[in-house]
């Protein structure tokens, strides 16, 4: 099982940016799937995720510095996720991963490899 993440760049503040993340062989529907970055010098977080499963599949979420900014979103027939990022920001700066839960569970389990946003 792989998620190769691709789309990422170097911009100036309010400048936009397309991630993508291709989820190859994975043989089961996560219950979500999402996104994460890690700031230098800083612990990965969270920044948005889609649920697949549950009450609350097809609803998606964020941290708050990014809403109205940033959207995620998957499209089922090319096992990718997105995230458009707009009006991007210095603080957006990161390496942005995308992430998987690991089969029959809700904790994130399956990492891509991630790919470098500057803003600046």
């Known amino acids: 099982v792989q998620l190769v993440e691709s789309g990422g760049g170097s911009v100036q503040p309010g400048g936009s940016l397309r991630l993508s993340c291709v989820f190859q062989g994975l043989t089961y529907e996560p219950s979500c799937v999402g996104w994460f970055r890690q700031a230098p010098g800083k612990e990965r977080v969270w920044v948005a995720q889609?649920?697949?499963?549950?009450?609350?599949?097809?609803?998606?979420s964020y941290r708050d510095s990014v809403k109205g900014r940033f959207t995620i979103s998957i499209d089922n027939h090319k096992n990718t996720l997105y995230l458009q990022m707009y009006d991007l920001k210095p603080e957006d700066t990161a390496i942005y991963y995308c992430?998987?839960?690991?089969?029959?569970?809700?904790?994130?389990?399956?990492w891509g490899q991630g790919t470098q946003v500057t803003v600046s």
């Open positions: 889609v649920d697949r499963a549950g009450r609350t599949a097809g609803t998606t």
């Open positions: 992430a998987a839960a690991s089969e029959g569970t809700w904790t994130y389990g399956l």
